[in-house]
């Protein structure tokens, strides 16, 4: 590999851990918004005033009808036997077993690796894939040993198991009247130890696919679950952790590198997975069909637009490529998968950003909007002319760490900062007027801080990090 491309890959991995996140996420009418912090979440109305408090939620996506929302929403517990009827049996019986081979792992991680690394990240360079299994059972195994974690970090005990659940909210209209004290009614989905990457819902509201991150690989395993329980859970695809679904609703498009994990080329894939009655087809009927190859430098996106063409950021160079003299030209395309051809959206020279990697297409496909981790700056590109707006222009030393979010087809809602107090505002723009106005102002300054980042923040290595 030269050395040109493994700085870039380099640089890339680096960038994962930083990107901008979801923070709100609006229904789909734009009457009522999801706004997401760490320890609760909130329902708010159009104005941006609270209706509701809801559990803490980490990534949400609303049903097409408005009804209710699919999240991943986090269960912890502290104490084994608890953890472990959440967990079911079979499952329980793995983690019990892989524990007590743990400080005979740990032996052999030291020998192979020194003895420098954190526990879990010796242990998991002898199973990449098998990250949040080790973490679980390493966690079980400090908690009944608590020597097996180094001094002085010996505070296991203090904590929770925790595993990652695919849930579906209803949000009735009218949930401001119910009981502040009583959670909306959910129904758990899907339940396991991995971390849930991307939510996407069907265009009908009938299923739901989400990724299930395999350890300190970059590869996910997609799962589809039933949204009315017609079908059991089955693994889709294993790809980048890039999906949508086609407009049908029967197959989902993917993108993963054609070689390795790591490649900068890839492959846009149609991946069938359902029948014309909504039934999942038998796994040897299964198709995965290339749609095109591209190279993409950077994280992967990929989204449906309403007439069913797939949007993507790709680089605009052709095959083969001179690594030596490797100069990306990132653009965005328009894929049309019946006839797997791609258009450029030929926007001017310099308009956008080299990252891609964060994109929201407005709900009538027409705009979409761009943020990147590298600044805080917001433009909406107009895919049919390809011209750029800034609507948000960058702050020296400022770092976008939040998605957009659309509310209506002419309005978008992103952080952005107030200069005169240095506070990060959550901010309407009105694609008509290009007026704007701020949700927010009501909020205390805390609440919407994160969204914006002045300086990478310094990593603790206590305790509680080794099980994060």
Known sequence: MSRSLSILILAALLLIGCVPEQRFAWSPDGD????????????????GNLVAELPALRKVEWLPDGSGIVAHQITY??????????LGEERAESIEKLSREIPNLLETATLLHGDGLRPIDALTRLAPDRQAELTTALLLASKRDPALLPNPDREAQDIAFRLHDLILMKLPSNLAERDPDADPASHLLDRGLQEIGLIRVSPDGKAAACSRKQGKQLRVEIEVVSLDDQFETFVADQSDDAFTWTKDGRALVTVAPLIGEFGLLKQIRRVSLLDAKDRPLPADERTSTGLLTAVVPVSPSVSTLPDGRILFAADSGSLPLKLSNLVFDTRLYVLDPDSETAMVVDTAKGALPSNLSHFVPSPDGKRVAIVES????VAVVDLDSAQTEVISPPHLGWQSRTLPSWKSPTELTFASLDTETGNVRWTLWNAGTGALSYLSNSWPQVATAAWLQKKRETETTSVHDLFR
């Open 374 to 377: 590298a600044s805080d700056a």
């Open 32 to 47: 009522r918004a999801i706004v997401l912090e760490e320890s609760n979440s909130f329902l708010v109305d159009a104005q």
């Open 77 to 86: 517990a502290k104490n084994w036997n608890k953890f472990s009827n959440l």
